[in-house]
């Protein structure tokens, strides 16, 4: 060994921890699907948010008897490494819930401001819970302020009104230019794969 690659070497073999037994586990039977960090992959979808939904005892039970009707096999792993997996698993854990809103004071196009949650918040869009009605407010960036953004006619249901008329009478799209008309966003939802629906506005 030439000295140069010595010295490449050692600092990776002096400070290299042993590796979380549960990780390897991890790595070695659900990563493929899962994604490296539980966050998903090309096979199967993330589990950080879904790993909250099952005591311990049912994750083992879940790793055992996969979802054989949903793509994911069963594993014969032993007791102990089914439990170290698991332990693993519960490092993983992200709460949708846990996650610490940020506060904002926005000042609104129509003049005052609006204190609250930010909900999200895209480069021309917030939606803020208001400390004020504890409302959510659609908003959207005009200039330095933001507008209140309303719709002229709700969307209540997929079908259109709750009678299921599938018709609006807005007019900005016609006959003459819904040929115009292009996609502008796409929001996929996991393992829903031939769902298709329009937004709900009310
Ligand atoms: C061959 C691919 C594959 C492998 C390997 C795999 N899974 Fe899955 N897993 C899936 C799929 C697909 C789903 C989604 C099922 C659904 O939502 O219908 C899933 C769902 C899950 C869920 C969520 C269940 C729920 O309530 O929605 C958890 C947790 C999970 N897997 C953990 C694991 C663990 C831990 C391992 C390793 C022992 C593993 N998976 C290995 C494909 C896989």
Known sequence: ??????CLLLPVALFAQAPNPGRVSFEGHCAQCHGR?????????????????????????LIHDGLPNSG???????????RTLVAFLETLKTSAEGVP???????????GTLAGAVLNRSSDEMQLLADS????HLLRKQGAAYREVTSQT???TYHGQVSGNRYSTLDQIKASNVARLAPKWIFPLVNTSPLEATPIVV
Request: glycine share 14%.
């Open 72 to 82: 994911m096999p069963r594993n014969a792993l032993s007791d102990a490494e089914t």
């Open 101 to 111: 809103l940020t506060q904002a004071t926005v000042t609104l196009t129509g003049g």
């Open 37 to 61: 960090d539980g966050n998903g992959g090309e096979l199967g979808p993330s589990i950080l948010t879904r790993i909250g939904n099952y005591t311990e005892a049912e994750l083992g039970a």
């Open 1 to 6: 060994m030439t000295r140069l690659s010595l």
């Open 133 to 136: 009605d504890h409302r959510i």
């Open 154 to 156: 709700d969307w209540p």
